[in-house]
T-cell receptor
Framework: AQKITQTQPGMFVQEKEAVTLDCTYD???????LFWYKQPSSGEMIFLIY??????QNATEGRYSLNFQKARKSANLVISASQLGDSAMYFC?????????FGAGTRLTVKP | DSGVTQTPKHLITATGQRVTLRCSPR?????VYWYQQSLDQGLQFLIQ???????AKGNILERFSAQQFPDLHSELNLSSLELGDSALYFC?????????????FGQGTRLTVV
């Protein structure tokens, strides 16, 4: 069964600094996708970034990048130049086939 | 705006009742997923439909059922409601199946059972 682990329940970062949110996963399937979502206090789930298991390069989307270390089964999200609006819950997710499974989430707080 | 529409946004109902949550996927998306988000259980995958057919089942209770209609909208039916069913219910849609398919979420329906 898939398992996604986010070991940081909460993180703090100073505005304009970079922050790394950890995610490890467990799967025996060679083909899978990794995703990060942001959930602000308003509740919606916002798709941020995707990394495929066969992708050779780390994914980047604007200020978001994914540090993918396949052998270690980790897919950490790096947010550069943090902004106050980045304060939210962040979820790591993995999909092998049909269903997408989520980690418990990390609450990020950006300090002014 | 993700393009996924869920109604209603809020629902308050009594124990033992039955409710229906509705989801309209993004235009062209054939896959619909339902998730339950509660404080103690996190985001739990319930069920997935692809072009009208059930494709995957997660932690969905027998009291819950879902379907996807020919116009691709989906409904999640929750019956014999219990206090513990209070949660945020998300619908998500994907343009394709498989590991690479990102899911776009609706705003969610917040269900409160009293």
């Amino acid at each position: 069964a898939q398992k996604i682990t986010q070991t940081q329940p909460g993180m703090f970062v100073q505005e304009k600094e970079a922050v790394t949110l950890d995610c490890t996963y467990d799967t025996s399937d060679p083909s899978y996708g990794l995703f990060w979502y942001k959930q602000p206090s308003s509740g919606e789930m916002i798709f941020l970034i995707y990394q495929g298991s066969y992708d050779q390069q780390n994914a980047t989307e604007g200020r978001y990048s994914l540090n993918f270390q396949k052998a270690r089964k980790s897919a950490n999200l790096v947010i550069s130049a943090s902004q106050l609006g980045d304060s939210a819950m962040y979820f790591c997710a993995m999909r092998e086939n049909a269903d997408m499974r989520f980690g418990a989430g990390t609450r990020l707080t950006v300090k002014p | 705006d993700s393009g996924v529409t869920q109604t209603p946004k809020h629902l308050i109902t009594a124990t033992g009742q039955r409710v229906t949550l509705r989801c309209s996927p993004r235009s062209g998306d054939l896959s619909v997923y339902w998730y339950q988000q509660s404080l103690d259980q996190g985001l739990q995958f319930l069920i997935q439909y692809y072009n009208g057919e059930e494709r995957a089942k997660g932690n969905i209770l027998e009291r819950f059922s879902a379907q996807q209609f020919p116009d691709l909208h989906s409904e999640l039916n929750l019956s014999s409601l219990e206090l513990g069913d209070s949660a945020l219910y998300f619908c998500a849609s994907s343009p394709r199946q498989g590991a690479k398919a990102e899911a776009f979420f609706g705003q969610g329906t917040r269900l409160t059972v009293v």
